[in-house]
C-alpha cells in the first residue's frame, strides 16, 4: 500500500445478521437486592464476552458474585448465573457498572488475543479517505501508517509484539474504541466490535463491512 492512497472505496451491502449466543459474561455489577429505587429479586450487571452485550442477569440463590468474574451462561449447567433476564443498554448501568466497564473489556480483549490480531493485521480501508485503524483511540494518521507498513513487512504475532513495534498498547486502544461504541449511542456510525446496534458493521469473518439498519 502507497502512503497516502488507499484501495477503492468500499460499498455497503445491506445485511442483518442473526444475533449469537454469548457463552461467557463479565460481571459490572451486583445488587443483592435489586436496584435501590426498585428493589427486587439479585441483579448482575453483564458485558457478553464476544458481541459485547450488555444485560442484566438473575444469579442463582446462595452464590458468591464478584465484580470483574468471567461467568458462563451458554447452555446447560451454569454455576452461578440462572438465566440472562434481558439486555440493557449504557444509560441502564449502574455507576459502579461504568466505572468497572473498562477494565472488563480488557480483561475480554485479552482473552481474545488472536481475534484482536487478526483484526489488527487485516482491517480495510472504510472509504478512499477513512481507514478501519483511524477510528482506534490515539491512532492517527502518523500511527495508521506505521501499522500497515510494519503488518505488510511481517505480521503482528502477539499484542506485545505490536506494542513493541508501534509504540502503543493494543489492549487499551482496542478496549476503548469497544467503551466508545457502547457509550455512544447514536453518535457513531461504525461499529467495529458491537455487533447488535445499528450502523455500518464490520464483518470481521470477511473483513468487509456491511448496513444494518
Known sequence: MVRGQYKKEMRFPKKNKPQKFENYAWVLDYLPY???DKPDEPIVQGLGEYQFLLMEMIPK??????????VY?????RDKIDHVRRMIKYDHLTPTAKAELLYVIMEAVKMQEPRFI????????ITTKLHTLE????????YMWKIIEEREAKKFESFEDFKERVG??????????????????????????????????LDEKNMAYYLKE
Do not use: H
Open 168 to 201: 502503543k498498547d493494543p489492549i487499551r486502544i482496542i478496549a476503548k474504541r469497544i467503551e466508545k461504541e457502547l457509550s455512544d449511542d447514536k453518535k457513531d456510525k461504525y461499529y467495529l466490535f458491537v455487533k447488535w446496534k445499528k450502523g455500518i458493521i
Open 73 to 77: 451462561i451458554g447452555r446447560g449447567k
Open 61 to 70: 440463590p446462595d452464590v458468591d458474585i464478584q465484580l470483574g468474574e468471567r
Open 118 to 125: 487478526r483484526f489488527l493485521n487485516e482491517c480495510p480501508p
Open 135 to 142: 477510528l482506534l483511540p490515539e491512532i492517527k494518521t502518523k
Open 34 to 36: 435489586g436496584y435501590p
